[in-house]
């Protein structure tokens, strides 16, 4: 097996749940279904600063295992409520606009944080050259 490289956030759930934002074993990276926090503990109530927030996170993760967002290309968005699909769809537009990673949103009945409105993973490739 390649070298593997376990990326933290801080998030106080993983130490509790045992799991790390990202982990990168060779040309892969997947990063883990992420969440709107902010380093301050607080979370928007807007869907589309949700997944802005989101992105921000990931691309951070990203960037520590040596990728960034233009090396996506897989995400999965879990939505709250479908009145939120529109803003989360639009910020996934902005950021992926170029690169049209394969994309799946689904509806679902809650997530681990109340506030959240939306929670989202990603997966990387890393092609040199």
């Excluded at 607080?42 to 996170?57: L, M, V, Y």
């Excluded at 769809?89 to 997530?111: C, K, Q, Y």
């Amino acid at each position: 097996m390649q070298g593997r490289k376990n990326v933290s956030s801080g998030s106080p759930f993983e130490p509790t749940i045992g799991f790390s934002r990202a982990v990168r074993v060779g040309d892969r990276v997947l990063v883990s279904g992420t969440g709107p926090i902010w380093p301050d503990g607080s979370c928007s109530d807007d869907p589309g600063a949700q997944a802005r927030r989101c992105f921000e996170i990931i691309d951070a993760a990203l960037a520590e295992a040596g990728a960034d967002l233009s090396a996506v290309v897989r995400t999965r968005m879990y939505v709250t409520d479908p009145s939120a699909v529109e803003a989360v769809s639009a910020e996934h537009g902005r950021v992926f606009a170029n690169v049209r990673p394969a994309a799946t949103m689904v509806i679902v009945a809650g997530l681990v944080d109340s506030r959240w409105k939306v929670e989202i993973e990603a997966e990387a490739l890393i092609v040199d050259g």
